[in-house]
């Protein structure tokens, strides 16, 4: 991405939307987002320009997943906006997944957001991702930035995600102290530079995520990829197990300090010794059967 056109995307990203009057024609008759008996994703296709603004509406219930991926021509022409139940504005993620995950969650290619490489914007397109917090109709926008001229054809795709069996919160006792056990482990696992105890605590048949709540970009990994990467020390071992650069960066186990237990909220979120429950380096665990695994990391 060169750099006028980045900062383009940014400008566009970053100013205030201004959503069209109805005397103006802008806002469509919303879609009812309707998925076909045992699919999770709908796809459809549409155009806006100027003032224009296409609105999809569904139901969703909380845990579930929801994935939105927006491919436009002219290529990051058209981006989208969520709306959550009573009207709340949604923070959505930019997400990063590689050709194997984008199957598994059912996406076409590979998903990206930020991409250098301005050629493989063009069929990939943006791919965004939110954990519902509750359950509820929600609203998708797909419109043109403020200040981006002319008219965009796009394609969206809609997957909701099924809440696999997490756990509803409060927790009862047991569960607790299982997971309280499971993010003992995390730690040890961290201060020990343990590659297979720290992996032995993600799951073989899901994703976790890994968030960069900076640069507002998730990425979407499996086991797979986890695990040759940190077996060979690459990235991801860089990222959470030890300093990168000889020891220039940050990485995640700068957080464990001396291996004291770390802030739990009222759910399945631990953030480090000292901050609060809101701090932006946290981790997320999902119940599996009778196993806690980590669902998302957040550095």
């Known amino acids: 991405m060169t750099a006028g056109r980045a900062l383009l995307f940014l400008i566009c990203l970053t100013f205030p939307?201004?959503?069209?009057?109805?005397q103006h024609g802008g806002k469509a008759e919303g879609t009812r987002v309707r998925f076909a008996r045992g699919e999770m994703t709908a796809t459809y296709r549409g155009r806006v320009g100027g003032s224009i603004e296409v609105e999809y509406e569904l139901q969703a219930k909380?845990?579930?997943e929801l994935i939105v991926r927006v491919v436009s021509n002219p290529p990051d022409s058209a981006i989208v906006k969520i709306q959550g139940p009573n009207f709340k504005a949604m923070q959505i993620s930019c997400l990063a997944a590689s050709g194997e995950v984008s199957k598994k969650l059912g996406l076409a290619s590979e998903a990206n957001c930020f991409e250098n490489d301005p050629r493989k914007l063009r069929p990939d397109g943006n791919t965004w991702s939110a954990a519902l917090a509750e359950s509820g109709a929600y609203t998708l926008w797909v419109f043109k930035p403020n200040g981006c001229p002319g008219v965009s054809t796009y394609t969206i795709t809609i997957i909701a995600l099924p809440d696999e069996k997490q756990i509803t919160l409060p927790l009862s006792s047991?569960?607790?102290a299982s997971l309280d056990v499971a993010m003992r482990k995390f730690i040890s696992a961290l201060r020990n530079r343990n590659v297979e105890e720290f992996l032995s605590l993600f799951s073989r048949t899901r994703v976790f995520y890994a968030s960069n709540p900076l640069n507002v970009v998730r990425a979407a990994i499996s086991y797979n990829e986890l695990a040759a990467d940190l077996r060979k020390k690459g990235d991801w071992y860089f990222t959470y197990l030890e300093r990168g650069n000889g020891g220039k960066y940050d990485?995640?186990?700068?957080?464990?300090?001396?291996?004291?237990?770390?802030?739990?909220?009222?759910?399945?979120?631990?953030?480090?010794?000292?901050?609060?429950?809101?701090?932006?380096?946290?981790?997320?665990?999902?119940k599996e059967g009778d196993r806690w695994f980590i669902d998302e990391i957040s550095f």
Not at 17 to 22: H, L
């Open 174 to 176: 047991a569960d607790s």
């Open 17 to 22: 939307i201004t959503w069209a009057a109805a």
């Open 251 to 286: 990485a995640f186990v700068d957080n464990i300090g001396d291996g004291e237990m770390w802030r739990r909220g009222g759910g399945t979120k631990f953030t480090p010794p000292g901050t609060e429950i809101s701090d932006s380096t946290y981790v997320k665990w999902r």
């Open 62 to 64: 909380t845990g579930q």
